[in-house]
């Protein structure tokens, strides 16, 4: 890694502020619709720069929930993780026809079993004139995710 600073650099501090208030756009109406489905437990929004994402975070019975933006892999993506303790990963096992049927996925890391369904948010910008109509596309995406969100939880339950 190089520890000069360059002129990018520095346009990408510049172009940050701008950058998160259209994000907190978004993580506004995830909050506000991750506690009307999940009631009685509240979410708080997380900017985590170690672990590359800045989402809407919400913990309710033994498991972590993330919705919102990472940039873990070479790109930027949005979508829904729910992370459950390691111990309790085997519930997992018994989800995997849920899971298909959402086109969910699953891994295993050191703490956590993650399910989670994400999608490139390159594929969901630019891709049209009219940004109002992008940005309601993006959202009933996410509303989507949230819903099977709460499906994927209640079979964690059972």
Known sequence: MNKTINYQNLTTIMN???TFTKLDGFLFHIKNNLE???QNFKTLKQLNIEEKEYVILQKLDGVIIKV???WLYDDIYFG???YIDRDNGDAVKGLESTLNKYKWGYS???KYVVVSHERRLADYLCTND???LENKVLMDL???RIGECKIVVE???K
Request: no cysteine; charged share 45%; hydrophobic share 30%.
């Open 142 to 144: 996410f509303y989507d």
């Open 155 to 157: 079979e964690l339950k």
């Open 36 to 38: 009307e489905l999940t």
């Open 108 to 110: 295993k890391e050191e």
């Open 16 to 18: 940050l502020s701008e």
């Open 130 to 132: 009219d940004p109002e």
């Open 80 to 82: 829904v993780r729910i």
């Open 68 to 70: 919102g933006f990472n």
